[in-house]
């Protein structure tokens, strides 16, 4: 009797003790953990926390909804600039990203302007 691969399913061809179908499968079962989907989730999930976290200390004593600050700034905090929870494409072709309560646009190369979901205006 044929086995299955473990990974893929597919039926086992040749040595009665081979476990995997391919070297591909094989290597794809013993990927370390790092490499796995939840963990994937979970680095994502950080990185989109870590930059709420930065948002949250730019936005904790300001009056202000709107703040035009330094990248270098967002660069030093560690802000994640790939993730972000929607985007926004306004009337100016200005792509705003959403990170839950808060927006983000690079206003220039060196200023990002940041909003605060008060004033964000969603359709
Ligand atoms: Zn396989």
Not at 37 to 65: H, P, R
Not at 72 to 87: A, E, R, S, V, W
Request: aromatic share 12%; with cysteine.
């Amino acid at each position: 009797m044929k086995n299955s691969c473990p990974v893929c399913g597919n039926q086992i061809v040749g040595r009665s003790d081979k476990k995997f179908c391919t070297v591909n499968c094989k290597n794809k079962y013993h990927l370390p953990s790092k490499n796995k989907k939840g963990d994937q989730i979970k680095l994502v999930n950080k990185f989109l926390f870590q930059n709420l976290k930065i948002l949250d200390a730019i936005f904790q004593d300001e009056k202000k909804d709107k703040l035009m600050i330094p990248k270098i700034l967002l660069d030093k905090m560690g802000f994640h600039y790939p993730y972000c929870t929607g985007c926004y494409v306004n009337n100016q072709k200005k792509l705003y990203r959403y990170i839950y309560n808060y927006a983000w646009m690079e206003f220039s190369d060196q200023r990002v302007m940041l909003i605060r979901s008060s004033s964000i205006h969603r359709k």
